[in-house]
């Protein structure tokens, strides 16, 4: 079974992660920058949804991968991590993120990279668990993160690492709408379907133009102090 399925639902690009948690790792991370590739070379109306299978969205960073298999990438692999939450911020389609699930440290950014995000309500969580797990964020991701929240959402989503569920996290802006299970995707799609006549071009230009500062952090890849804790785990 593939990494990442993409298939169309008339003007939009379902992207599926199937790799259970969908960790990032060397092979997830390649094949999401596949599936951007193809969305960025098509033509004519044209949004993007992103979700995950069952309990999750994603788990963020593949640790175990990244002390194992991945050890000698260190802190090259968030770098790339880095840059595809980067292509996904300012991607020149309207993009929704389907939250079916769990949505953890780097997964809860891919979320956010997103233009809109519709979560389920009953179960699942959104959560910045950096300040628990001991690995301090590189500056593109806070970037990331406070270009798309409430300055005291931001706060306390990083300095208390507290799970969110759907509900509230809709209460406090995290995500636009919170629904039953069965209703994520088709929810998802719909508000991508709305969107997808818009002009790329100008769609992209009015994108980079509201997230500039927070795309070029992660473009330029700077670590900071996560860049020890990566090396840690290497």
Sequence with gaps: MPLV????????????????????NRASVNALNEALDTVEASSGPAALVTTGEEKFFSNGLDLTWMAGDGSSE?????????????????????????????????????????????????????????????????????????????????RDAILTGARIGGTDAQTIGIVDEAVAADDVLPRAI????????????????????MYGTAHDALAGGALGAAEDRASSRA
């Design 5 to 24: 399925d993409l298939r169309r639902d008339g003007d939009v690009f379902v992207l599926t992660m199937r790799a259970g948690e969908n960790r990032f």
């Design 74 to 154: 260190g802190g090259r692999f968030v770098v790339d991590v880095m840059r595809l939450l980067g292509r996904f911020l300012v991607l020149s389609v309207p993009t929704v993120a389907a939250v079916n699930g769990h949505a953890f440290a780097a997964g809860g950014m891919l979320a956010l990279a997103h233009d809109w995000r519709v979560m389920r309500a009953d179960r699942g969580f959104f959560c910045l668990p950096e300040i628990d797990i001991q690995f301090p964020l590189a500056p593109g991701m806070t970037a990331l993160i406070a270009c798309k929240l409430s300055p005291l959402v931001f």
């Design 190 to 209: 719909a508000r991508a379907t709305a969107l997808a006549s818009k002009d790329r071009a100008t769609y992209g230009a009015l994108k980079r133009g």
